[in-house]
């Protein structure tokens, strides 16, 4: 066979290679919107979301608050089964809803002595988790489960950015006994949260069963120091069947069951909470949005111990499938979701950078037609990246990161915590490529926050 003629391959600097220029002093995500919610979801036997989820889920992504609409950034729940069954299936279902892949969930499972554990569904394409963390040590006479603490970051931003939610499933039952063992709990959380210093910006989400606000675990989440909680909506009092508490309650959306362990009774406790530090609560950082803390469905319209679709709801205006959702709010669980929104006055200084070891290959490659050529390599990184990287290769041309195998036309190397370490790259002649030269052909290397 003819051999093919010698060549040199050419790292191009076209629009995004050697050093990214990026877009310094910028602002990533303006906002952000965290859902919690309570899915009763334990049993092994039926991890999944119910049918119907789907709908609810969307719904909450179109609702406007403040003048915009937006998907979910993180979704906390509690009474999952577990990160690999519960957490992957919401991610699925979200990446289904909103076209992508970038919904994914968190990997650390908290001890439970049942009911399920809590965890957290986060979109990697406007947050990054930088650590998660379990609070507390599980009993029978004690904590029932694990508090999640998880530290995110929005993309794009550097640490003085980070917020730390802390997602809780508290002890049930309104009993004495069962109240201190929520002090447990909301203790537990304090020591944690205090470590963090006062600037700290913190959300404690979870299904707390409080009954009213003299509890010992909401004084405790509440009594001054750095990581002192605070009601966004000041709705603070005696929440337990009291009409005034109406549309703040959560519990329980049905009056019916219509799957097994389902709780009824209709509307009358607010269970279902997001609390801030002080710093959300304080303009200039990550803060919340006056105004979009709400029980997603409930507007105080139904009587109080009715179900959450009764006829005289006036809730989710202007929402053309309301009916229908009101409807999903009594099936897919016996809570109702809590969603707020918070922004950032923050400004990015993060500035992506991409760095390759060589503007042009130091070995010439040559092959003869049918046998791939042997490889030659130059080595990518990147720092303060909001997204993958692309590399793809001109005709002729392909690329691994492993010299024997794993060749395509393409290659996308994906940011962790908004870095790619030095990677080594693999370049050859493909096996099918036409005899000719191809000498300075152009390898692109693209993205990363384009």
């Known amino acids: 066979m003819k051999p093919r003629a010698a060549c040199t391959l050419f ?32 049993d092994p036997a039926s991890p999944n979301p119910r049918p119907g989820t789907s709908s609810l889920l969307q719904a909450i992504n179109a ?23 519960t957490g992957q299936a919401f991610a699925d279902l979200l990446n ?23 965890l957290a569904v986060y979109n990697s394409a406007t947050v990054m988790l930088i650590s998660q963390t379990a609070i507390g040590v599980t009993s029978s006479t004690g904590q029932p489960r694990q508090t999640l603490r998880y530290q995110f970051r929005p993309v794009g931003y550097e640490s003085t950015a980070d917020f730390y939610v802390y997602d809780s499933h508290f002890k049930a039952a309104n009993d004495t006994t069962s109240a201190d063992r929520r002090n447990v709990e909301a203790q537990a959380i304090r020591t944690n949260a205090d470590a963090l210093g006062a600037s700290a910006n913190l959300i404690y989400a979870g299904d707390m069963n409080l009954y009213t606000a003299s509890e010992p675990a909401f004084q405790t989440l509440t009594a001054p120091g750095n990581g002192q ?17 109406k549309p703040y309650q959560t519990q329980s959306p049905a009056t019916t069951a219509v799957y097994p362990g389902q709780v009824t009774g209709g509307m009358d406790d607010r269970f279902d909470f997001q609390l801030v530090s002080n710093a959300v609560m304080t303009p ?58 918070y922004s950032y006055a923050t400004v990015s200084t993060t500035t992506p950078a991409i760095t390759v070891s060589t503007s042009t290959l130091a070995q010439a490659l040559s ?29 002729g041309l ?28 693999y370049v050859r002649l493909a096996a099918t490529a036409a005899v000719g030269t191809y000498d300075r052909r152009s390898i692109t290397i693209a993205g990363g926050g384009a």
């Open 367 to 395: 092959t003869t037609y049918g046998t791939a050529s042997t490889s030659a390599t130059f080595t990518v990184a990147g720092t303060g990246l909001t997204g993958s990287l692309t590399l793809s290769a001109p005709t």
């Open 229 to 245: 909680a605070f009601d966004p909506i000041n709705q603070v009092g005696d929440w337990s069947n009291n009409s005034a508490f």
């Open 11 to 42: 790292v191009a600097a076209t629009q995004a290679i050697l050093v990214w220029t990026g877009l310094p002093c910028s602002r990533a995500h303006a906002q952000l919107r965290i859902l919690d919610y309570n899915v009763g979801l334990s």
């Open 398 to 425: 392909e690329l691994s990161t492993s010299s024997g195998s794993g060749y395509a036309t393409t290659l996308t190397l994906s940011p962790s915590a908004g870095s790619v370490p030095a990677t080594t790259v």
């Open 284 to 341: 200039g950082g990550f803060t919340y949005l006056a105004g979009t803390y709400r029980t997603f469905g409930n507007n105080g319209s139904v009587p109080r111990n009715g179900s959450i679709n009764d006829t005289r709801s006036t809730a989710l205006p202007g929402l053309a499938n309301r009916t229908q959702v009101l409807d999903l709010l009594t099936t897919v669980s016996d809570h109702l979701p809590v969603v707020a929104d």
């Open 96 to 118: 289904t809803i909103t076209g992508g892949t970038s919904y994914v969930t968190t990997t650390l499972d908290g001890n439970t002595t049942g009911s399920g554990r809590p």
């Open 63 to 85: 609702q406007t608050r403040a003048g915009f609409a937006r998907n979910i950034d993180v979704f906390t729940m509690q009474e999952a089964n577990a990160t690999s069954t």
